[in-house]
Structure formats: C-alpha cells, structure tokens
C-alpha cells in the first residue's frame, strides 16, 4: 500500500472529476448557514507541484488540469468549471504556468467558514508529514482543524455523528489494493449506520477487474437497503486499452440539491474537453 503516492496523479481526469464534485457539493452546502464537519479519509499529500519528479514522469495531469485549464476564457465552459479553475488559478505564483494543484485537503480548507471543521486522515509516512506541512502552512487562526496518521477506514466513525448534524465525507482510497473496495463498503456501513444523512462522497476507478466492475452496483445495494438518496457519476476519457487509467467514476450518497443538474451541465464540457480520439463518455445517474 506504501507504494501508492497520490502525486504520480494529481490532477489526472480522475482528480479533475472528484474535484469539480466536491468543490460543486461545498458550494451547495454552503448555501444552508448550519456547520459542517468536513472529513477526507485519505487525504494524500494536501498540495502538489506539477513540475515535481512525480508529476512529470507519469505527465497525467497532461490529459486533466492541464488540458482544462488551457481552456479557462473559451465560452465552452459553465460557470461552475470556471469557478473550479479560478480557485486553481488563484494557487498559481507564475502567469500562464499551472504549477500548483490542490488536492482534496486544499479544497476542503478553501471552502471553510468560521464554524466548520476539518479533519484529514493519511496513513503514509511520507505523505502525512508533508500533508501536515501543507495544512500548517494554510491554516488560519482558530480554525478547526486536525490532520491525523491514521487508518480512515477504521477512524472514520470516530467523527460521526458530528455535533452539528451535518458532515461532508470524502472516501477516496487508491484501489491499489483490491482490499480497498471491500474496506470501502464496509466503511460506508458503519458510517451510514451511525450517521445516514451524511453527504458520502466515493471515488472510485473503472478498471477491468472483478471488484471493479461489481463496485457500483455494491454501492448501490447499500444505499437500497437503507433507502438513502444517491448520485453516480462518471467520466471516461479514451478507450480502455490505451495506456493508463481511461475512466473513473465519483458515487455521493444524500446528494445536496441541484447537484444532479448542475453536473448535466458540466460532465458534457469536460468531456468533450478531456477526451482523446473521440472516446469520452460520461455518465449521470441517480435514484431519489
Ligand atoms: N484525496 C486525495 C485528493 O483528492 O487530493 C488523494 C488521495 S489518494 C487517491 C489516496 C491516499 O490514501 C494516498 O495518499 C494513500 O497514502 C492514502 N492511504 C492509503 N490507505 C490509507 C488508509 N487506510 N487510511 C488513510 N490513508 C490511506
């Protein structure tokens, strides 16, 4: 599992996808004035330097951010993707060179009001001191925030219920170990259990192994069984046998209202964006 480091694939598709999601669900929830407990399970490493060794020996971010954010002034693009962009944007130190790209923790933080609290969980003993520099950095006086080497899977009930009722979970494992999907649903139990008017943010990878094929459909019977409101979303970018990861998919459990028809607006823009000899497909589904 050490072997995984998120900044092979900062800013891949799959990170253009989870982030537009989850940046879509903060502004959305923000709407309501009551705080949220904000938790991401498998924080990674916070921010990442595009022009790092990482970064660009696997050039994945060539077929996400970069190509995105090329884009940002064509009339294509929604208001929601420019404001995903903007806030790429405003991390950069350099006109025209997209250096910097946040990654989960960073978004979270960003979206964060004077009530609400943050809680990161990373279990890589590279990441974690590196994450926790990262959010040192950032922090701002009085806001409430606390990074921990830990096992999301198994802390996570340890936030739930939050004291205010209401809790955005990003659940985002590398799926490198096919223990994760297993590790993931069983998570989700436990979690719903405790607490099901969650807002449950998965992300997950489409592969061509057994455990990912049946994975939407696991997720799926869960929310079934304990009638909770759900939206699947997902994006390829090219065909499956070309080099790399071609599609990946983002599941949120009680999503917030208008996230669906915001996203009928943006997945086809990314697409059309992001995909390569035409292969793009995208997917919306849900179940109220
Ligand atoms: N959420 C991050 C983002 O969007 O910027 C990316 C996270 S990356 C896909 C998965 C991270 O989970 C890796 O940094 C890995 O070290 C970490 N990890 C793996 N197993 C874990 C576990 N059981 N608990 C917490 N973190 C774990």
Redesign the pocket.
């Known amino acids: 599992?050490?072997s995984?480091?998120?900044g092979f694939?900062?800013g891949n598709h799959a990170?253009v996808l989870?982030?537009l999601i989850l940046l879509t669900c903060l502004e959305l929830l923000h709407k309501k004035e009551t705080p949220l407990m904000l938790i991401?399970?498998?924080?990674?490493?916070g921010i990442y330097n595009l022009q790092d060794r990482f970064a660009t020996t696997s050039q994945e971010s060539e077929e996400g951010i970069i190509k995105l954010f090329q884009m940002r002034s064509s009339s294509l693009l929604t208001d929601n993707i420019r404001h995903y962009l903007a806030v790429i944007e405003s991390l950069q130190t350099q006109n025209n060179l997209l250096q910097i790209y946040p990654?989960?923790?960073y978004l979270l933080w960003q979206s964060m009001r004077s009530l609400d609290k943050l809680r990161l969980?990373?279990?890589?003993p590279t990441?974690f001191p590196v994450l926790q520099g990262n959010m040192a950095s950032i922090q701002r006086k009085r806001q409430d925030i606390k990074v921990e080497l830990?096992?999301?899977?198994n802390h996570l009930k340890a936030f739930l219920p939050p004291p205010s009722r209401r809790a955005l979970v990003?659940i985002?494992?590398?799926y490198e170990d096919k223990g994760d999907y297993f590790q993931t649903i069983q998570t989700l139990q436990e979690a719903v259990k405790r607490f099901s008017t969650g807002i449950y943010i998965i992300?997950y990878p489409i592969l061509n192994r057994l455990e990912s094929q049946e994975f939407p459909d696991r997720i799926k019977k869960l929310c079934n069984e304990h009638q909770l409101p759900w939206l699947r979303t997902e994006l390829r970018i090219k065909n499956h046998q070309e080099l790399g990861l071609s599609a990946s998919g983002v599941w949120v459990i009680n999503p917030p209202w208008k996230l669906k028809e915001t996203l009928e607006f943006d997945l086809p823009v990314v697409k059309s964006i992001l995909e390569i000899n035409g292969m793009g497909q995208h997917l919306i589904a849900h179940h109220e």
């Open positions: 599992m050490f995984y480091r998120h694939h900062a990170d989870k982030h991401d399970t498998h924080a990674g490493a990654g989960s923790p969980m990373e279990l890589h990441d830990a096992n999301g899977f990003l985002d494992p590398s992300w």
